[in-house]
C-alpha cells in the first residue's frame, strides 16, 4: 500500500509540474502576442500620423518633391555628400535636376512619432516665412518611413564650425561678426514682430546659425519653434510648457527652470550667442561665459573678453563698440524676463542709435549633471537637471 501511495504521490508531482509547463507556455504565447498587437497597433497609429501629416502639407503652403528626385540629387544619400549631422537627421548636399544646389535633411527613422510633430512644425511655420536672414525651406518629402526637408544650400556651414574653431576663427573679422549678430538680431525682430505669424524660435544658438557665400548670417532649425500671440508688449506675454526641449547653456532660467516661454527667451539666448561670437567662446559646464564676461565688465575690462585673433586688428573706434556690444549681450542674459530689452530695441543699442543700460548681475542656468544638448522632461523634473548658479560680483 506504501509502494503504490509514493507512486500515486509521484504521478501528482508530474502532473502538476506539467501543467505550471503549460500554463506556462501558454502565458508565454499570450503575451507574445500582446506584444505583436501592441506593434501593430503602434505601426498603424504612425502609419495613419503620417498620412494625416502628408494631406495636411498638401493643403499647406510648401511644395513636395518625389523622393527618387531628392535620392537622385544626393546621389542616393551617399556618406561622401553628407555636410551635417544632428539629434534629428543627417544633412546632405544636393543638386537639382536645374542645377540649384541645395540642402536636405533626412530626418532619423528613431523616435518617428514625435519626429513627426517636429517636422510638421518646421513645414507650417517655416514656410510661412521669408526674410534675409532666415533659411528658406524649398520643400518637403514623406515617403513610408522617409521624412525629408529640402534647404536653400549655405556654402559655409554653421556659425560654430567658424566661431569655436582655433584657426577658421580669425577669418571673422570684427566687422564681419558685427554683421553676423546684427543679422540674427534682425532675423528674430522678424519672427517676433513683422512676420504673419509671430513666434519664438527656441533653440538659438551658433550650430543653428548657418552663413551662405557671402557671409550672411540666416537662422535656421525650428523644429521645436513656438507660434505666439503678441499683444503689442510681448516681454511680457508668456505661457507655461510641460515640454522642455533647447540647448543647455543658451535656455534662459525661467523656461528651463519653470517651463515658462516668452519671446524673451530668444533674448537670453541671443545674449549668450552675441558673447560667444566676441569672445570665440562657447557658454558651457566647463567654462561659464557669463560669468566671465560679468567679471571682466564689473572690473572694468571687458575687452579681455574680445577674440585674441581680432583684438590685434580693431581700431580704437571699433574697441568701444566692442564694450558696448557686451553690455547689451549682458542686458540680454538678465535674470528676469522683464529686465531684458526686446529685440526691436537690441538693434538701436548696437547701432549707438540708442544708449544701453547697466546691466545687473546675471544668473547662470547650468547643468548639474552632465551636458546633454537635447532635453525632453516633464517641468516638474527640471530642477534635478539644472542648477541656477548666482554670480558675485568683485
Known amino acids: 500500500m506504501l509502494t503504490l501511495h509514493m507512486y500515486h504521490n509521484s504521478d501528482t508531482t508530474k502532473s502538476k509540474k506539467f501543467l505550471t509547463v503549460i500554463a506556462a507556455v501558454i502565458a508565454g504565447f499570450a503575451l507574445l502576442l500582446l506584444s505583436l498587437s501592441f506593434l501593430i497597433w503602434r505601426k498603424f497609429q504612425r502609419r495613419r500620423m503620417g498620412v494625416a501629416v502628408f ?188 515640454r522642455i526641449v533647447g540647448t543647455y547653456g543658451y535656455m534662459s532660467p525661467e523656461y528651463a527652470m519653470d517651463g515658462m516661454v516668452s519671446f524673451m527667451q530668444d533674448v537670453y539666448s541671443f545674449g549668450v550667442l552675441l558673447l560667444e561670437i566676441v569672445s570665440g567662446r562657447r557658454n558651457q559646464r566647463s567654462f561659464n561665459l557669463i560669468a566671465h564676461a560679468w567679471n571682466l565688465y564689473e572690473e572694468n575690462r571687458s575687452l579681455e573678453l574680445l577674440d585674441p585673433a581680432v583684438r590685434g586688428g580693431c581700431s580704437p573706434a571699433e574697441l568701444e563698440h566692442v564694450k558696448t556690444w557686451i553690455q547689451v549681450g549682458l542686458l540680454c542674459v538678465q535674470e528676469s524676463p522683464s529686465q531684458r530689452p526686446q529685440m526691436a530695441a537690441v538693434i538701436p543699442m548696437l547701432s549707438h542709435q540708442q544708449a544701453p543700460g547697466r546691466p545687473l548681475r546675471p544668473v547662470v542656468c547650468m547643468p548639474a549633471r552632465t551636458p546633454v544638448d537635447l532635453l525632453n522632461m516633464e517641468e516638474n523634473t527640471s530642477s534635478n537637471e539644472l542648477t541656477i548658479t548666482n554670480l558675485e560680483g568683485r
Not at 186 to 203: A, C, E, F, K
Request: with cysteine.
Open 55 to 242: 494631406d495636411d502639407i498638401m493643403r499647406g503652403e510648401c511644395p513636395t518633391y518625389l523622393l527618387e528626385t531628392i535620392r537622385a540629387s544626393t546621389d542616393g544619400f551617399r556618406p561622401e555628400n553628407e555636410i551635417g549631422r544632428g539629434g534629428f537627421g543627417i544633412v546632405y548636399k544636393g543638386q537639382m535636376p536645374d542645377g540649384q544646389e541645395v540642402a536636405v535633411k533626412r530626418l532619423s527613422a528613431e523616435n518617428r512619432v514625435q519626429g513627426l510633430k517636429e517636422f510638421k512644425n518646421e513645414v507650417d511655420l517655416i514656410a510661412k516665412l521669408q526674410h534675409r536672414n532666415l533659411v528658406r525651406l524649398l520643400g518637403c518629402c514623406i515617403h513610408c518611413s522617409d521624412r525629408i526637408l529640402v534647404y536653400e544650400y549655405m556654402s559655409n556651414k554653421s556659425l560654430d564650425t567658424f566661431i569655436f574653431d582655433p584657426r577658421r576663427r580669425a577669418t571673422l573679422s570684427w566687422k564681419a561678426r558685427m554683421d553676423i549678430i546684427l543679422g540674427v538680431a534682425r532675423g528674430l525682430v522678424y519672427l517676433h514682430q513683422d512676420s504673419r505669424h509671430t513666434m519664438i524660435h527656441r533653440d538659438l544658438k551658433a550650430a543653428n546659425v548657418l552663413l551662405n557665400e557671402e557671409m550672411v548670417a540666416k537662422i535656421s532649425d525650428f523644429g521645436i519653434a513656438k507660434l505666439f500671440s503678441s499683444s503689442g508688449d510681448n516681454s511680457q506675454d508668456s505661457t507655461i510648457t510641460e
